[in-house]
């Protein structure tokens, strides 16, 4: 078992990666575009605060464990985790002061559950997940996903911190909607804007477990200073995270509102259907979101992660500057560089 974290370039099949993040001893491996794990099981997932939320998905799965069980253990770090403004507790609130999350799960049955706009809950995941398994529906949104919320015993917290409170109000003073690209991704932030004023980016997970079944999820507080009510793809099937056990998975991050037009993470499952490998999947599914909005796409971020049925997993960006986290029986701390468009 290796501990040691790795950055391994993606975009070349030799030669030094320039991938470099904070507090890490990077060693560079050159590896293809799409990668095939050695062996069941394996959990890929969206951005560096991935590395962490796979290692506890990986307690699960290497103790045989189910695939939806790791999903839901592996996000709810990022969840919990008040540093990591784009997910969860801590989250940037939306342009009213309000923390809103959105979150998903699907798994190998084709089972799902989502909540949206879901306020003072630590683990949107997880009610995800009791909406899935308790209810006969896919998605509460808003009040009604906080009243079943309660009912199931989840308590209320307060979401907002001081420094996302500090953040808001700062950006109260010009009031300007504007997502920054790879706010997640310090190493290429392009903003150096006080207070992450414009962060946004998900953390989108997908897991194969030991007995090749597959499950996902994806969770978030969604765009920073979003209008109230505002709903991005995350907790949409099909767009930010879709599962077919028969074929694979797929999940977004980025600016929901074109995952959304394009049916994103289902469209990825689909073309891996049609014999696309991951990586090429995810990048067809790009190049339709670049292709109907050129100019907009020339300003935005959006990414996929996808992993089929054999382990194989891939990844495509409109910019550069995604990273997703890959954990295996061979190494539980990669952190890979996407391949983009720009
Ligand atoms: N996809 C998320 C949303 O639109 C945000 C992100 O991943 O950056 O709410």
Not at 122 to 140: C, G, N, Q
Not at 172 to 185: D, G, R, V
Not at 221 to 246: C, F, Q, T, W
């Amino acid at each position: 078992m290796y501990t040691r974290r790795k950055f391994i370039n993606t975009s070349v099949l030799t030669g030094a990666s320039l991938f470099i993040a904070a507090n890490s001893v990077a060693e560079v491996i050159s590896v293809k575009s799409d990668h095939s794990s050695e062996s069941k099981p394996v959990v890929i997932s969206t951005w560096d605060f991935g590395i962490a939320a796979n290692m506890a998905a990986w307690e699960v799965l290497n103790n045989n464990g189910r695939a939806l069980d790791a999903v839901e253990k592996g996000v709810r770090v990022p969840e919990a985790d008040p540093k990591n403004q784009s997910v969860g507790f801590g989250g940037l609130p939306d342009r009213d002061g309000k923390v809103t999350l959105d979150a998903c799960i699907m798994d190998e049955f084709g089972n799902c559950g989502s909540v949206a706009g879901l306020e003072q809950i630590l683990h949107p995941v997880s009610v995800a997940r009791k909406v899935m398994e308790k209810t006969p529906h896919v998605m509460l949104v808003g009040d009604g996903a906080l009243q079943f919320a309660l009912e199931q015993g989840f308590k209320k917290v307060k979401l907002l911190t001081s420094e996302s409170e500090k953040a808001w109000k700062a950006w109260l003073k010009k009031a300007e909607y504007k997502p920054i690209i790879n706010s997640e991704n310090k190493s290429f932030r392009p903003d150096k804007l006080p207070g992450n004023q414009y962060n946004h980016d998900t953390i989108g997970m997908l897991a194969l477990d030991s007995f090749g079944n597959l499950s996902g999820a994806c969770t978030t507080s969604g765009m920073a200073y979003k209008m109230h009510g505002r709903v991005g793809d995350s907790p949409i099937i099909g767009a930010g995270l879709y599962i077919d056990n028969e074929i694979g998975g797929a999940t977004a991050t980025g600016v929901g509102e074109e995952v959304i037009r394009n049916v994103g993470s289902f469209l990825v499952v689909e073309l891996m259907r049609n014999g696309y490998s991951p990586a090429d999947a995810c990048k067809e599914a790009v190049m339709r979101i670049i292709k109907k909005k050129p100019e907009n796409a020339k300003h935005i971020q959006v990414s996929f992660i996808a992993l089929n049925k054999k382990g194989e997993y891939g990844s495509y960006a409109i910019q550069k500057g995604f990273s997703f986290a890959v954990c295996n029986a061979e190494n539980q701390e990669l952190l890979l560089k996407g391949n983009s468009y720009y």
